[in-house]
């Protein structure tokens, strides 16, 4: 393969999964209203084209209509550089998600992964630990003190449970001796051999970790309504705010697809093709997290704090250290 | 065969340890009991040893016990070793022994003591560093010991450290120790500079290697070890500080100042003989400053009214004594007269202890007369003593201070001037204490009425020790009965392995102990001849200070200038006040205000402004804030590597 | 491949802008930055040598540089915390204590 | 080609970050320029081959170190307006005179640096392996395994000593010490 073919197919890989991950963020908060009509007893948006299937486009006209007002004590810079820099580490992550196995097109063996990245995991750590900064930036240059406060806790959150988000995994790479996600998915051929069974402490972590994460309830305090208006989000509008939203949802499709990359066998599934495998996984992972944002309360803050500290990061070293005691046995 | 020696100077300073660290947390009687027990345990232990030695065959007689090593510095090497031969045993059980009776003693004395318990700390801790200096086997080890009972006779003497005279009279003591303990340090310096060694075997073995018989280095050497024992012992020049040591408590006068400490200057000449018979230049001046200080202190005490200096002065004179035999190469004749001494000076000062008891506190004859009744106890053991140190035949005294007199006259280094000198010191120590005792316990009582009635015989625990110290007094002379007497001297013939100057230099033994050359009947006639004298003396005595009490007040007023020297001990304090102090009072002075004030004080104090002038000038660099000094820490990093880049 | 000595002096550069952060800024939080980015560019200069020489100790190097820094950014930033709470200020001006 | 352009790119970045960082006065702003320079620097890392070293430099400084930082300046809610007060304008030229003349001296040291290629060792890393997880963690765990150990007391020391340090005393509050 020449070096232009290189560059055209890894051209358009960017393309085909950027806009894939795009329209599953849109599609994703038309999921998020359906499901929780549904678990609500209540119908949801069903109006806007067949099954309300177009809502997320007109949410989003409406959105760009609307007047996009800026304080005048924001710090004018931070205060429009926060969504994006929210927004596009999410994005980032997908660079290293294999999405299916190698298929030949044309001739041409093609990885259905932007980058076989052999430190795949390190770099999802990476690009997630920057995720922190758009909440903060936008706490901070907001000059409002609810968003200032929401700022300080969604990034104290953050910090803390990352710990444990971290651990969690070393757990499975501790297993599998290999941080690439490609090689981690072929570990996982089998149905049983999935790391959730494997590591089903880890897993549990990992989600409890990932909600914490993404700022999800039951642990979405940063936007509690009830205390801090809604958090970092108070003076933002329009395509600002949309921007927020569309980063919180690609930060779940994010985690998810890492979920099911590094637990759930990835792709891995008979019959289908792998790439749908992929995305029927990915679309269960987005459903538990609404039913849990439909079932659970939200925490208050100290036990937040308290339950990363003192439930998960002991429970993920522990892990850890089991694991690792078993590896050397 | 093991000995356990260290057991001997252990148990002393375990008894300190344990005083001292619990001090003032013990009951009274528990104290006594630690330091009686340790001590008189330490003598038991002694006299155990002491046996074992005697087991020995004559000539092989020494335990030697290393305990570790001091100081391994390259060549040199001190180990803490002890050694027991005969000349240490006989001090070790006359110290361990002599210091348990005054343990016992001091009991009853002290008991209404405030510092009951720091007492007997000091008392212990004096009889570990006594035992260790009379154990020693090399000088450091020996210094050591020497340096300690310094230290504690200091201690015991400010005992009452809150009476001026009693604080003064310690330090005047440690002061005037010092001098002496400065020559003894530059005579050990020299003998080690000579010999490479400190250790008593290694010195005396090779010693005739090294030094030329009468050298002058020899010489310089004994007679700073000799200026050592003058300060130790008391004598001239260095006496001053003996008197005013009675400022401590009666059982110290008596344990430190007369029976053991004291001492330690004959035993280390008698340990040293080696050293000293190869050096008859300071033989001759130990022979004339130990009689000269005999018969200076025996007049002193004619006229002193205060009892323990009277016991004061006699102290000084007897050491003078031992002296004056150790001048004239009797050192056997020397350590035998420090055993008696020891035994019956020892009673002298606990008898006056126990009459100052009785009076309750009262020191001066004058006010004393007639105890005779009310202290049959004291009266009697202190009469023995009496006659011991007169030298009244079949006492200990007699056959000691005999052996002296007549090493004095026959021995090689001795004269009949010598001979002549002794034998009127003798007769004045029979006048004088013979005074003493018709002063205090004889005649009317002169006392207060108050005092009068208060009068009493000290308790068991006192006298019992006194009657113990009598019958030594009496049978102690008993293992060196001479040849002429029917005796064998087997005191001497017992030290005579230690003694081996005498039969290793270039004297032949036998002339000096068999004193050849002299008939037995002179030796008896000179005997009988000093005898009767003294009997004189104690007549005088009494007629003087019993009969005929005007008289004696007359004669001191004909010869009042004889008695203001006598009784101003030949104003000796006064002259070295006048020689030594004020001089150095007014250099001092001198150094002070002018040298120290104007020269030293100028160049600090001018370095200082100097200094401050520059600082003031530097200090604006020394803003105080971050960004400045690490700027500087950046100049810096730029010199340095622009000098290595030009380099 | 870009030669080994445009690294080194890249990383020069970095550390000489770090120094000049130091000595010029007033503010506390700056100062420590600027003596992060000095770390850093320390870092960039061992692993360029690491390259070069085809040794992956400098990694390690740099590695343990890291785990230093974190370290140092925990207490330092708690220090700066506890200054402001007693003078109420973060400017490296202001604390001339040492003068006295 | 690509290699240079992005090396100069990087480079250009890098310092760029950095000189705006000690240009802002507001911190926050600050802290997001150091972390361009950073992320930039992170891109020369793994030109260098330094993978592992590059991720470590994002999460440990992007991560965390400078969330730290943004974290306290929210604290203090510092604004950039308690930095008041010129410094003398002599004194500011000699600093950069000073830093520049250090920078000309380090570069006088590279120019005269003769920098061996270590063409002779045939390490046991592959060109594809440099700067990997698994060699760097072979060294740490093996040769610099004690250094390692050390630096985790010294986390531990320094999270301590944090702690200890920002803890509000309870005295304080009573107007104590």
């Known amino acids: 393969m020449t070096l232009t073919a290189l560059a055209i197919t890894a051209m358009i890989k960017v393309i085909v999964i950027i806009s894939v991950a795009l329209l599953g963020v849109a599609y994703s908060t038309y999921l998020e209203r359906r499901l929780l009509g549904i678990l609500q007893h209540r119908i949801g948006p069903i109006y806007a084209g067949p099954y309300g299937l177009l809502q997320p486009i007109a949410d989003a006209v409406k959105l760009i209509f609307k007047e996009d007002f800026i304080p005048d004590n924001v710090e004018r810079v931070t205060y429009t550089l926060a969504p994006v820099i929210m927004f596009i580490p999410a994005l980032l992550t997908f660079a290293v998600i294999p999405v299916g196995d190698t298929i030949t097109i044309m001739g041409h063996e093609i990885e259905l992964v932007i980058s076989d990245l052999n430190i795949g995991i390190l770099y999802v750590f990476a690009i997630t630990s920057l995720g922190v900064y758009g909440i903060v930036l936008a706490g901070w240059s907001s000059g409002s003190k609810y968003s200032l406060l929401g700022g300080i806790r969604s990034s104290a959150q953050m910090i803390s449970y990352e710990i444990a988000y971290g651990l969690s995994i070393i757990g499975v790479v501790l297993l599998a001796g290999t941080l690439s996600l490609q090689e981690l998915v072929a570990q996982q051929e089998s149905f049983f051999s999935w790391y959730v069974f494997r590591q089903p402490v880890a897993f549990i972590l990992f989600v409890v970790c990932a909600v914490a994460e993404t700022n999800r309830a039951p642990f979405d305090l940063p936007e509690a309504e009830a205390e801090l208006v809604a958090g970092y989000l108070t003076e933002y509008s329009s395509m600002k705010y949309a921007m927020f939203f569309m980063g919180e949802y690609a930060n779940m499709l994010a985690v998810s697809s890492v979920a099911t990359t590094i637990f759930l066998g990835g792709w891995q599934g008979p019959f289908l093709p792998p790439v749908l495998w992929f995305v029927i996984k990915v679309f269960l992972c987005m459903c538990v997290y609404i039913w849990i944002r439909a079932t659970l309360p939200r925490f208050r803050y100290d036990q937040l704090m308290n339950f990363g500290w003192k439930v998960l990061f002991p429970l993920a070293l522990l892990n850890t250290m089991v694991t690792a005691l078993i590896k050397v046995l | 065969m093991n000995h356990s020696l260290y057991l001997i100077i252990l148990l002393p300073l375990l008894g300190f340890l344990l005083n001292g660290l619990l001090l003032g947390r013990l009951k009274k009687g528990f104290v006594s009991f630690i330091a009686c027990a340790s001590v008189g345990l330490s003598f038991v232990w002694g006299v155990k040893v002491f046996f074992e030695l005697l087991a020995m065959p004559e000539g092989a007689r020494a335990i030697q016990e290393t305990l570790f090593t001091w100081i391994p510095a390259g060549q040199f090497q001190v180990d803490f070793s002890l050694l027991f031969d005969p000349l240490s045993s006989v001090m070790v059980l006359v110290v361990a022994g002599v210091s348990f009776i005054i343990h016992i003693y001091s009991i009853g004395y002290m008991h209404d003591d405030p510092g009951f318990g720091r007492y007997f700390t000091y008392l212990n801790l004096f009889v570990f560093a006594m035992l260790t200096l009379v154990l020693a086997d090399n000088y450091l080890l020996m210094f050591v010991g020497w340096e300690g009972v310094g230290l504690c006779s200091y201690l015991l003497i400010g005992f009452w450290f809150e009476k001026k005279s009693a604080s003064d009279a310690g330090k005047k003591a440690f002061i005037v120790n010092r001098i002496g303990d400065f020559g003894f340090l530059i005579g050990l310096f020299i003998i080690f500079w000579q010999v490479g060694s400190l250790n008593y075997a290694d010195v005396f073995a090779r010693a005739p290697e090294v030094f030329a018989v009468g050298g002058g280095v020899i010489t310089a050497a004994t007679l700073l070890l000799f200026l050592g024992a003058t300060g130790k012992s008391a004598q001239i020049p260095l006496f001053v500080w003996l008197p005013d040591a009675m400022e401590g408590p009666t059982p110290v006068s008596a344990l430190i100042h007369a029976a053991t400490m004291v001492t330690a200057g004959v035993y280390m000449i008698a340990r040293s003989n080696v050293l000293f018979m190869m050096a008859p230049t300071t033989l001759a001046v130990v022979a004339i400053v130990g009689l000269a200080t005999a018969l200076m202190a025996a007049t002193i005490a004619l006229a002193q009214n205060d009892i323990k200096r009277v016991l004061a002065y006699s102290t000084i004179s007897q050491l003078g004594y031992m002296f004056a035999a150790c001048g004239v190469a009797a050192f056997a004749a020397g350590i035998f007269h420090l055993m008696t001494h020891a035994f019956f000076k020892a009673l002298l000062f606990l008898g006056s202890g126990s009459v100052i008891h009785a009076m309750a506190g009262q020191q001066d004859m004058r006010y004393m007369g007639g105890l005779k009744k009310q202290q049959p106890a004291t009266f009697v053991t202190f009469f023995i003593a009496t006659l011991a140190i007169a030298g009244i035949p079949g006492f200990s005294g007699f056959f000691s201070k005999d052996e002296i007199l007549w090493k004095s006259f026959s021995s090689d280094f001795g004269s009949p001037i010598l001979w002549a000198v002794g034998l009127f010191t003798a007769i004045l120590t029979a006048f004088y204490m013979f005074r003493l005792v018709y002063l205090t316990f004889y005649g009317e009582g002169r006392m207060d009425n108050h005092t009068k009635a208060h009068l009493h015989e000290s308790p068991k625990v006192m006298t019992v020790p006194l009657m113990v110290l009598a019958v030594l007094s009496v049978i102690g002379g008993y293992v060196g009965i001479p040849h002429v007497l029917g005796g064998s001297n087997r005191f001497e013939q017992f030290l005579h392995p230690v003694m081996t100057g005498l039969h290793g230099g270039a004297d032949t033994s036998e002339h000096v102990l068999t004193s050849a050359g002299h008939s037995a009947g002179t030796e008896l006639t000179l005997m009988i001849g000093s005898v009767v004298l003294i009997l004189i003396a104690i007549y005088m005595a009494y007629y003087l200070y019993l009969k005929n009490i005007d008289l004696a007040g007359r004669i001191r007023n004909n010869l009042s200038g004889v008695h203001a020297l006598l009784h101003g001990k030949y104003f000796v304090d006064e002259i070295y006040g006048a020689l030594i102090i004020r001089p150095l009072i007014n250099g001092s002075l001198f150094l002070w205000k002018i040298i120290d004030v104007f020269v030293i004080d100028g160049i600090a104090n001018g370095l200082a402004s100097i200094v401050g002038d520059i600082s003031t000038g530097v200090r604006p660099v020394q803003t105080g804030t971050m960004r400045t000094y690490a700027t500087m820490i950046l100049a810096g990093a730029v010199v340095l590597i622009g000098y290595f880049i030009i380099r | ?100 | ?177």
Do not use: W
């Open chain 3, 1 to 100: 491949m870009i030669p080994i000595a445009h690294y080194l002096i890249l990383g020069g550069l970095l550390f000489a802008i770090g120094a000049v952060g130091v000595i010029v800024s007033r503010n506390l939080i700056v100062m420590f930055m600027s003596i992060e980015l000095m770390l850093n560019a320390a870092n960039l200069a061992i692993i360029a040598f690491s390259r070069s020489l085809n040794l992956m100790d400098g990694h390690v190097f740099v590695f343990l540089i890291m785990a230093v820094a974190a370290a140092e950014a925990a207490v330092g930033l708690a220090i700066i915390i506890a200054i402001f709470r007693n003078r109420e200020t973060i400017n490296a001006d202001k604390f001339n204590l040492l003068r006295r």
């Open chain 4, 1 to 177: 080609m690509l290699e240079v352009v992005i090396f100069y790119l990087s480079a250009l970045i890098a310092i760029g970050g950095a000189v705006l960082m000690i240009a802002q006065r507001n911190p926050v702003a600050s802290v997001l320029y150091l972390i361009v320079s950073l992320a930039a620097q992170a891109v020369l890392y793994i030109q260098l081959s330094a993978l592992f070293v590059g991720a470590l430099l994002i999460i440990v400084y992007a991560g965390a170190i400078l969330v730290l930082f943004l974290f306290v300046i929210m604290l203090l809610n510092l604004r950039g307006e308690h930095f008041e007060g010129q410094d003398q304008k002599v004194g500011r030229i000699t600093k950069y005179v000073l830093s520049g003349l250090f920078f000309i001296e380090l570069v006088i040291i590279v120019r005269q640096l003769a920098i061996p290629a270590r063409t002779d060792i045939v390490s046991a890393q592959t060109a594809t392996d440099f700067g990997g997880v698994e060699p760097v963690a072979e060294l740490l765990y093996t040769k610099y395994l004690f250094p390692f150990e050390l630096t985790s007391v010294l986390l531990l020391v320094a999270v301590v000593g944090a702690v200890v340090m920002a803890r509000r005393e309870k005295s304080e509050k009573q107007g104590g010490v």
